[in-house]
């Protein structure tokens, strides 16, 4: 039996990590709740925090000599350890105030909940899954892991060594972090906590046949495992919204959130600029599928290219995807001022979604999806005009994109555009036009400020080709392969 109890565990582990890209993966947004920013540095409250952990747990095991000694050497492993892993696998993250504050947060509030549950209820209703799937969406899965497998030692220390409510509360824990993946909005967390309880209830009765509970225990512990499942629900739906408001976080549900079609904005420009909107739905796909060829955030960029063009719905009328084709209002415009007209949508886009309270790692897909691109057009025209025109008059005033999925969504923006008025579709020629885009974006500097690499922009040239290729069903000519 203990066997089949180590072998469950083992696949319940490699699922886990079978599941990791499906994992949300977190980034950082410039604004919080307050507006300002509250700097301590990471190496303060990893100190504060470490003192804070030492006490508590020595009031756990009670302050005798060993005891000091022994959770000094434990503690300082722990923190040593996920020192080295931050700083090898996440070094943003480490170097980042705000993401050290909020592991450290999670961490002493759990902790302290641990204490409060052990003398007043039961440590079967401390809600271990809650606080691992809060530092999953926030933080990252695999520190999420680290704190399983530390709270469980704890765990262990605090419980005579006895290996069952351990063994138990990791289980339901990761149970919850690979159901993470099916979660599209909060209120499907409630089929995580049903989980939480159903796996928590079948190891009950598994180590009761052990005979490490007796009947009367299950009974009482069954029900401890149904709060455990309700609190874990409650906590994470109550502290998901504010800890991404607090520590200035974007979670993955929501981005999808934010790309449902239901949203206030979104169903603005469906409205008032269809144009506009459909031009984002394709640019979206184009986006989202170059974004999945070089491993960039799918969701993140679709999302990004949703809202990219929101600043058009203050004058809809003055881009040509909502005109009608026998009224432009730049013909009665110099084309200075229609170049003005143009390059003020990514302005008014921005105190738009600001306005909406959309998210800050959105609002630079709007800020971004131009650069600092030259308006050609209405430059040419200019210059028949006079050969005394400003360039940086008609260039975006950026900035430029800072991420590898803004300036995919700045390259897909454009080979849609151009993708339209062009006449002939076959598959050679939109090769032609995604690669021109692609080196005309490169050799005027756009990419300077992102870590994108030549041969990324390879993969996304591809990608962005085969599904226009889908779009407008253009196929190789294979009369002329054949004469060949």
Known sequence: MKNKIENFLLLLIKKLDDSDVYAPNIRLSKNNIFKKEIKIKPAVTGIISYCLLFFMILSQLGSTYKNFLFVFIFLSLIFILVIFYFADQEKENIKNSNVVMLMCFITIISFLFFQILQDSLSVIAFPVSAFAVLLSL??????????????????????????????????SALVALINIRQIHSRSQFSKIGFKIFVVMAGMLIIFHILGFFEVQSVGLSLWFAMLNSFISVLIILAALPLLEMLFSRTTNIKLVELSDFNNPLLKRLMVEAPGTYHHSLITASLAEQAATAIGADSLLTRTGAYYHDIGKLKNPEYFIENQNKNENPHDNLSPSMSGLVLISHVKDGVALARKYKIDEVVVDFIRQHHGTSLIQYFYFRALENSKDVNEQDFRYPGSKPTSKET???????????????????????????????????????????CSITLNDLAKIADSMTATLCGIYHARIDYKKTEEK
């Open 407 to 449: 300036a995919i969504l700045m390259i897909a923006d454009s080979v849609e555009a151009i993708s339209r008025i062009i006449p002939d579709k076959n598959a050679g020629k939109l090769k032609e036009l995604v690669e021109k885009v692609i080196n005309n974006k490169f050799t005027d500097g756009q990419f300077s400020n």
């Open 138 to 171: 926030l933080i990252s899965i695999k520190f999420s892991l680290i704190y399983i497998m530390v709270t469980a030692v704890f765990m262990l220390m605090t419980n005579g060594f006895h290996a069952a409510l351990p063994i138990m509360h990791v289980a």
